[in-house]
């Protein structure tokens, strides 16, 4: 391992590390692939186990001599060249902007995520994250479907991103085992939806800014998030469906199925007409649950019995109560 001896915070190939969001690590470098931060040596760990190629390290000097092995691994499957920077706690904390728990960052290259198609070949159950913000969430959830066998997790266009930086920590690296994709608008779809509505009209109202000329002549505009929301449960849904999925709404509505029921109709003999063989959970985001294009489109929506007047769980809760519920038996 080459170890660097930081003298300065302000060394320019600290850059990665030096107070960058994470949309902006994400589109650093390569705009189609970026990088993220893995903090914490088991994290670290986790990330190299599972084939990800580092950058660089970034360790406090008390945590080095304990990581040895670990560089030594990196040392026989990437080179001797993958720099480790050193440098004080409180060289870090400056650098970085927050205080590290476990002493180390490391800088890793993204990968190219695969298709829906290919996460849920295969899959019996998947777990599907819609518009789920807090890291804390989006990575206690990675970590319950790891621990309880859930073959794949879906995240929606405006979901959390599982490699932001608490999300893998809280995951405590599961985000690297568990096999996951975000949901995309197909690009047939984006041009669609990008000249919907668009004519030179609305260019002259002051969207030129934003717009670019297409083949045909019309105006191309910028997809919203909130249009890429629109296409997820109307066209996510029916794709879910063709693959032979079950799609379970996971929300408190007149209707619902206690979570008690699910678990029967997947256990219960193949031959009946409301036997579940292939499931997908969804989840919504804090404070508002599910969209209500989702639980209108889903085949099912479900709720967990509760006792006392409480009404609801925390998503990362809900979510490890359902997933040991409908595990395979």
Not at 62 to 78: A, K
Not at 136 to 159: E, F, K
Not at 227 to 245: C, I, K, S, T, V
Not at 274 to 279: F, T
Request: proline share 5%; charged share 30%.
């Amino acid at each position: 391992m080459r170890i660097i001896e930081i003298d300065s915070i302000d060394n320019p190939r600290l850059v990665a590390y030096n107070n960058l969001t994470e949309v902006q690590l994400r589109n650093r470098l390569e705009p189609e692939r970026g990088l993220f931060i893995a903090e914490s040596p088991k994290v670290i760990d986790r990330a190299l186990a599972s084939g990800r190629e580092p950058m660089s390290f970034l360790v406090e000097r008390p945590w080095l001599d304990g990581m040895s092995t670990l560089f030594d691994g990196v040392d026989d499957r990437w080179g001797d060249d993958v720099p480790v920077y050193v440098a004080s706690p409180e060289q870090l904390r400056k650098l970085t902007g927050y205080r590290l728990h476990r002493g180390a960052l490391g800088a890793f290259r993204r990968w190219k995520l695969p298709t829906v198609e290919a996460v849920c070949q295969g899959a019996r159950r998947i777990a599907v994250m819609e518009n789920i913000v807090d890291p804390t969430n989006v990575g206690a959830l990675m970590r319950s479907a790891a621990a309880l066998d859930i073959d794949g997790v879906l995240v929606s266009p405006s979901c959390g991103d599982p490699l932001y930086r608490r999300a893998a920590r809280v995951s405590m690296g599961t985000v690297f085992q568990v096999l996951w994709t975000r949901i995309v608008t197909p690009e047939s779809d984006m041009n669609s939806i990008r000249t919907r509505g668009c004519n030179r009209d609305t260019v002259m109202q002051g969207t030129r800014d934003e717009a670019a000329e297409c083949k045909d002549g019309a105006v191309r505009r910028t997809v919203t998030h909130e249009e890429e929301n629109r296409w997820w449960p109307r066209r996510g849904l029916r794709q879910l469906h063709d693959l032979g999925f079950t799609t379970a709404a996971m929300a408190l509505c007149d209707d619902s199925i206690s979570l008690d029921e699910l678990v029967r109709r997947l256990n219960n003999d193949e031959r009946r007409e409301d036997h579940i063989e292939k499931l997908a959970l969804i989840f919504g985001t804090e404070g508002d649950g599910l969209s209500p294009r989702t639980i209108t489109g889903a085949d099912l929506t479900v709720k967990i019995p509760m006792s006392h007047g409480v009404d609801s769980l925390n998503v990362a809760a809900s979510s490890a109560v359902a997933f040991y519920a409908t595990r395979v038996r």
